[in-house]
T-cell receptor, first 116, second 113 residues
Framework: NAGVTQTPKFRVLKTGQSMTLLCAQD?????MYWYRQDPGMGLRLIHY???????AKGEVPDGYNVSRLKKQNFLLGLESAAPSQTSVYFC???????????????FGAGSRLTVL | LAKTTQPISMDSYEGQEVNITCSHN???????ITWYQQFPSQGPRFIIQ???TKVTNEVASLFIPADRKSSTLSLPRVSLSDTAVYYC??????????????FGQGTTLQVKP
């Protein structure tokens, strides 16, 4: 049971380049999230999805796009990378527990992105 | 969305009990309170979750007063390996909620020998 898998783990980009981070979960979770974490800071929500085919904006969505074509995958894209997007990106997933609405997030190991 | 406020940092010594309080004045009826622990270079991991009163598991206790406007994570007899950042998260996926989950700033706990 892999849980939440993020690829790649590390990536270095030049300003203006594009790339896609992949998040895959094998727990049949409905909800998926992308957060970024800058050095010494907390987690900030970029985008999230409440089900296959849906996406929504979080706190800091500018400069990022996402897609959830399959329930198990959530892709985060950077169309034109900027140094300000240097960060560690975490993907998480969760499932509604019965009818309670309780949320327990399972996180991936993170993807460290450096934009030069 | 419920906004959370925690102390930025706390210090403790090995063997002591540590209590970290989170304030969430505008918590909604359907919201649950969940605490996560994060070590450097790792993703956060679930510690404990509650809705009201007291919850206890093998690693921590969570105390929630009747008005639910705050919660306290209690770590008994901490060790050096408990040095981490602790996040309080308030929200739910229940009916009427968007599923948007916003983390607060977290509390950096430093355990000293």
């Amino acid at each position: 049971n892999a849980g939440v898998t993020q690829t790649p783990k590390f990536r270095v980009l030049k300003t203006g380049q594009s790339m896609t981070l992949l998040c895959a979960q094998d727990m049949n979770h409905e909800y998926m999230y992308w957060y970024r974490q800058d050095p010494g800071m907390g987690l900030r929500l970029i985008h999230y999805s409440v089900g296959e085919g849906t996406t929504a904006k979080g706190e800091v969505p500018d400069g990022y796009n996402v897609s959830r074509l399959k329930k198990q995958n959530f892709l985060l894209g950077l169309e034109s990378a900027a140094p300000s997007q240097t960060s560690v990106y975490f993907c998480a997933s969760s499932s509604r527990t019965g009818g309670s609405g309780a949320n327990v997030l399972t996180f991936g190991a993170g993807s460290r992105l450096t934009v030069l | 969305l419920a906004k959370t406020t925690q102390p930025i940092s706390m210090d403790s010594y090995e063997g002591q009990e540590v209590n970290i309080t989170c304030s969430h004045n505008n918590i909604a009826t359907n919201d649950y309170i969940t605490w996560y622990q994060q070590f450097p270079s790792q993703g956060p991991r679930f510690i404990i979750q509650g809705y009201k009163t007291k919850v206890t598991n093998e690693v921590a206790s969570l105390f929630i007063p009747a008005d639910r406007k705050s919660s306290t994570l209690s770590l008994p007899r901490v060790s050096l390996s408990d040095t981490a950042v602790y996040y309080c998260l308030v929200g739910s996926h229940g009916s009427g909620n968007t599923g948007k989950l916003i983390f607060g700033q977290g509390t950096t706990l430093q355990v000293k020998p």
